[in-house]
């Protein structure tokens, strides 16, 4: 009797353990994210991101973002391509601009897999309170905690605040982001 209660009470103890671990990880654009899926399966199902998702497709970093990796993403909105200039992303997604567009992108991705607690802890330690990335594309991004929130800044110190962190990935993490970070 007290080995099927053992059982049971460790049976419990699974199954909550991997319901907090699912819960863990947010919905994105009203689809759930997870954790065993790459950047790319993932992404692909975020109505947030089918603005992000056609301009991978078309400076061909699909399949790099569904490599082992590990990447941290910083994955803007649709909202946040719409604030660009009339005609940019009409613009960057043409062919003839791919080497562009790619430079955009990957100005987003940084080698590793660094969640929103490490970026702030990162920040708050530094003398200058900013933590300094280096980016797929060999440009520059910076992370400062300003109150609660965490905030990447471009090359050009324009600000994009992450309004949802820690998206794990079996290949990395996205961090959701309010802004197109823009290279030099």
């Known amino acids: 009797m007290f080995s099927r209660k053992t059982s049971a009470a460790a049976a419990i103890a699974i ?26 399966e993932n992404a692909v199902n ?13 400076a061909g970093l699909v399949d790099a973002l569904m490599s082992d990796g590990p ?9 946040a391509f719409a604030a660009l200039p009339d005609g940019t ?13 790619t430079k ?7 080698a590793g897999n660094l969640s929103g607690a490490e970026l702030k802890a990162k920040a708050k330690s530094s003398a200058d309170g900013f933590v300094h ?6 440009d520059a ?6 109150g609660n929130a965490l905030y990447i800044y471009d090359e050009s110190g324009n600000a994009g605040k992450i309004t949802i962190a820690d998206v794990n990935q079996s290949n990395g993490v996205i961090h959701v982001v309010d802004t197109v970070l823009l290279p030099k």
């Open 71 to 79: 990447f941290t993403v910083f994955a803007p909105v649709n909202d």
């Open 141 to 146: 991004l910076s992370a400062q905690v300003r």
């Open 15 to 40: 199954l909550l353990g991997a319901s907090a671990a699912f819960a863990a990880n947010p919905d994105v654009g009203g689809a759930p994210m997870f954790a065993e899926k790459n950047i790319i």
């Open 46 to 58: 975020s109505a947030d991101h089918t603005t992000l998702v056609a301009a991978v497709k078309a």
């Open 133 to 138: 990335l280096e980016t797929l594309s060999g």
């Open 89 to 101: 992303v009409e613009t960057l997604l043409k062919p003839e601009n791919k080497a562009a567009l």
């Open 104 to 110: 955009v992108l990957t100005a987003h991705v940084i």
